[in-house]
């Protein structure tokens, strides 16, 4: 197949590895990582560059996205379908399962994250992967998940602890990949944790989510959009889900 992929640079050194395996051609384009700042303008441009794609000459697009605070929500096929997948944040991605990161944003939700990728595309810039804050923007669609499971009042609770959990980051841990290692992002994470008091913790990262994307693997840690769907939250394990735009 020849497929179009569409990313977050935060993964682009992830892509171009398993891009250069894959047994089916592939193109990427990289979205600069301040768009996921505004939601709704990262939306339009990826629906802009999605309905740009010339459907004669791929089989598909795949996305390097999650839900990313509900920017991708609304996405539509149009003459292609969609491959997305099934990921809050790139942090799913990095670890390689949504059960992994539902421990971790249980266990450990005082955690930055730091990945290479990140740091490395934001010299300069003090901007850091947090699970369970706002950096990431998901705190919109994650208040609509503990809606959906517990009630309102139940989630207004949960993300006031949230909240205040956002204010004791007690932990830096950085996400090592076996391919490739940064040493300069590795020693802002390590920085950052003494200057701030936190645990250090050295994490392997999980690529199999990002792998099987590249290889056209697609089971059911994907979403697979046909023509005439959209992409909607589920508000369970599944993360998103389709939506006939018709009905």
């Given amino acids: 197949m020849k497929l179009k992929c569409i990313s977050c640079e935060a993964l682009a050194r992830i892509l171009y590895h398993h891009a250069a395996s894959s047994p089916h051609l592939i193109d990427i384009d990289l979205f600069e ?30 996305l390097g996205y999650g839900l ?32 992994r990161y539902q421990h971790e944003f249980e266990e450990n939700t005082g955690t930055y994250w730091y990945a290479a ?3 490395e595309r934001t010299v300069g810039q003090n901007t850091t992967l947090s699970l369970g804050a706002t950096t990431m923007g998901n705190v919109q669609d994650q208040y609509d998940e503990f809606v959906e499971k517990y009630g ?24 090592a990949y076996d391919f490739y290692h940064s040493v300069p992002a590795e020693k802002k994470a390590q920085g950052d944790a003494e200057k701030n008091q936190w645990a250090y913790e050295r994490v392997a990262g999980n690529l199999v989510i990002l792998r099987k994307l590249m290889y ?3 089971d059911n840690d994907f979403l697979i959009l046909q023509p005439g769907e959209s992409l909607a939250m589920s508000n369970d394990d599944n993360v998103i889900c389709g939506k006939d735009i018709s009905s």
């Fill in 33 to 62: 990582l301040g768009l996921h700042n505004e939601p709704a303008s990262l939306q339009q441009t990826l629906q802009a560059q999605i309905d740009a794609v010339d459907s004669s000459k791929y089989d598909a697009i795949i």
């Fill in 152 to 175: 309102e009042d139940n989630a207004k609770y949960l993300m006031e602890v949230m909240g205040g959990w956002e204010q004791h980051y007690n932990r830096a841990a950085y996400i």
């Fill in 68 to 99: 990313c605070g509900k920017a991708t929500e609304g996405i539509t096929a149009r003459n292609l379908k969609i491959v997305v997948p099934r990921a809050h944040d790139c942090i799913t991605l990095f670890l390689g399962s949504r059960e």
């Fill in 216 to 218: 056209a693997e697609w």
């Fill in 117 to 119: 990728d990140y740091i």
